[in-house]
């Protein structure tokens, strides 16, 4: 029983100097700088893309929006259509 208490303590001390020496590591990375290799007119160009990309995506979702509710739309007037042949009144 007191081996094992022994035992515990001993692994719980190697756990929290792992935790702490992982911390330390992680605080040491995030203060590094980022890359400044890269050049201003490299910079601007990737700033470029990155705005051309997002419009790109604006107008791909747009016209994805506008497609659905086409096809809701259509799909209502076909129930509805379909209901007022079959003599069956949807609307109250």
């Keep these: 029983m007191i081996r094992r208490s022994k035992e515990n303590r001993e692994a719980l001390k190697h756990r929290s100097n792992q935790m702490a020496a992982n911390k330390r590591k992680a605080q040491t990375k995030r203060t590094l700088s980022p890359n400044t290799n890269i050049s ?10 990155m705005e051309k990309r997002e419009s790109d995506e ?34 109250f």
Excluded at 40 to 49: S, W
Aim: aromatic fraction near 2%; charged fraction near 15%; proline fraction near 2%.
């Design 58 to 91: 604006q107008r791909h979702l747009l016209f994805v929006q506008i497609l659905i509710g086409g096809i809701i739309i259509i799909l209502l007037l076909a129930i509805l259509v379909i209901s007022r042949l079959l003599g069956v009144s949807l609307l």
């Design 40 to 49: 201003p007119k490299e910079l601007e160009r990737i700033k470029q893309n």
